[in-house]
């Protein structure tokens, strides 16, 4: 539970440096982050390095008992370089160079790029080896911000080329696996493959799929050149990345296999902006904690380590459609969310708001002129609050949150989807939302896993959308509920095999004996066309997406379609024979209809719930220890048992505030 900061001192005159680092330590800053855009000042010209100003920061750093945590540079390749190599840059489908003059202008697979951040990063290894201040490093900068996974580049194709002659061997195979006969795109050679550039009609969806993946490899196999050498030269770093928030075009299970453990850059009032079409008034001032758990929780699974915050929103930012100031404390909040989800280390971005560039109207802790702005009081309140905790748990380590239930997560079903989509309404990351929602309504501890997880240890598995399984996932998932799993599995499940292509038997395909039924009709479903769902003597609103279920023998139709064309059909089905319980719904549900059945769900699987949270009302457990966060305007009344301890605060949870007590979340009472 620690504190930390990203901090900038290129960016500064040299005498400041001293007074920034002290006043950091101040502040109860453990952690602080520094070089990932400063490639140019490293490296001002070919092969003349400059690192005294960095060295002497990290050293200051160590002096004031705080840890410096150092980032590979490559986000940012100089302009001398870039005159140099100019064959490093990106280009996008239309054949367009993404030019020199903001940041990630460069090409995952470009040889001479990867041959240049290997001796950069090489020199800043061997620079840093021995001493004691650095803990560990960052590797580049949100690998595929600004939309730049996906490279179209004539270094690209000759990479994809190799990549698919390594998966399929021949080309004889390859067409078989896309259906190259599909307007006349049979393959004689893989050097007719090129890219998916920019064409007259949709690509094919089995090309686009497999060069999504290739993309996402393309940028896993960069960073471990990057992991490789700094290991080599000090193999007690740790090495991690900060990833993004609900950020599709990389696999950050691939990336995390070569990690110490995973980071992200959380911005609640942003991600909210730009991930939903509607926000509310308390989500612009302090987020949806719903949103920011379930990036929490992916990452950490990703490695089953705690995982870092690397950036954290200090105040107002510059990027989403509107800079509303966050609510009084919600930096706070923020801070105490993380490590209830299982945070190590929260990290503020920036120290000081910047005078020049393109970040000026971001904040930070700092305003512009150097004076303490919200975050810093924030900031500065969390790092002391976080010492109360230690203090009265005699640890500063807790336990990675222990989770009952597993939310199947799948890249390739995001990538598949996203290609064909077949309705403007459906996003992926949003369905996922809806269960993941409806279980943390309810106070479970979530982990957020891929479909090929080993999945024993849980109680109840939600599987939102598995939309590419093959036989070998149809078997895993078998496996998981013949040993007393309960499963649930939703719409648009086991339509296509992993290469893209529709299965020749009925949908859900590989899973119809698992789940017991099959897919007679589907439809996308406008709002005009909306129907309602009967479930369990209730009517519930449903959307988007409507499978019409055929049940097989034993399989018990839990709910149907009322209205419209699918009047009658059946929605939802259960199959319990022996020891094996499994749901299908086959639609998108509302917030109502996915938390009636999660309450199934988890009644079945014995999961202790609680009772169900108001929204923006979250209590997350971990380490015997749960922290119950208010994202709302409004204070709340929570009442714990007796025998219960508050660690922080009090049953009194103001607007906007956290408190943190020893009582299980199954017995809290919550008046709102």
Known sequence: MNIGVCYFPEHWPDERMESDIEQMAETGIEYVR????????????????????????????????????????????????VDEYPQILQEEDDGTTRHYGGRRHYCHNSTVYRRESRRIVAALAEGFADDPAVAGWQTDNEYGCH?????????????????????????????????TAFWSQDLNDFAQIDPPRHTAANHHPS???????????????????????????????????????????????????????ASWDSYPTGHVQV???????????????????????????????????????????????????????????????????????????????CRMGQEQYHSGLLAQDGEPDAGYRDAALAAEEFATISDATGTTELAVPEADVALLHSYDSAWALGIEADTPDFDYWQHLETYYRALRERSVTVDVVPPTADLDEYDAVVAPTLYLVDEELGAHLKAYVDDGGELLVTMRSGLKDPHNKLHDAPQPGPLSDLVGATVDQFESVPEQLESTVTYDGREFDCSVWNEWLVPADG????????????????????????????????TWPGTDLAGALVDDLLDRAGVATSTPLPKQVRATRRDGLTW????RNDPLAVEVPADATWVLGDGEVGAYDVAVTDAAPATLSVDE
């Open 207 to 261: 090309r686009l799929l497999d060069y999504y993946r290739f993309a996402s490899d393309s940028a896993v196999s960069y960073n471990r050149e990057q992991t490789e050498i700094l290991r080599g030269a000090n193999d007690d770093w740790f090495v991690t990345h900060n990833c993004m928030s609900h950020f599709e075009a990389l696999d950050a299970y691939d990336l995390a296999s070569d990690l110490d453990f």
């Open 147 to 179: 939309g730049t996974i996906r490279c179209y580049c004539d270094d690209c194709a000759s990479a994809f080329r190799t990549w698919l002659r390594e998966k399929y061997g021949d080309i004889e195979t390859l067409g078989e696996a896309w259906g």
């Open 555 to 586: 399989t018990d139709v839990l709910g149907r379609y009322e209205g419209e064309r699918a009047d009658g059909e059946a929605a939802i089905t259960h199959t319990d024979a022996g020891d094996r319980s499994v749901t299908y719904v086959g």
């Open 34 to 81: 520094m070089g990932e855009f400063a490639w140019s000042r490293l490296e001002p010209e070919p092969g003349k390095y400059d690192f005294e100003w960095l060295e002497r920061a990290v050293s200051l750093i160590g002096e004031h008992g705080m840890q410096a945590v150092l980032c590979t540079p490559t986000a940012t390749p100089p302009k001398w370089l």
């Open 628 to 631: 119950i966060g208010n994202f």
């Open 275 to 353: 991930q939903r079409d509607e926000v509310g008034r308390e989500e612009l001032r302090a987020g949806d904690p719903d949103n920011l758990g379930l990036d929490h929780d992916l990452y950490r699974s990703a490695t089953g380590e705690p995982l870092w915050v690397m950036e954290q929103q200090p105040g107002d930012i510059n990027w989403p459609p509107y800079s509303p100031q966050p609510a009084d404390g919600a930096m706070r909040l923020w801070a105490h969310y993380a490590v209830g989800h299982g945070s190590g280390v929260v990290s503020y971005f920036r120290w000081r708001q």
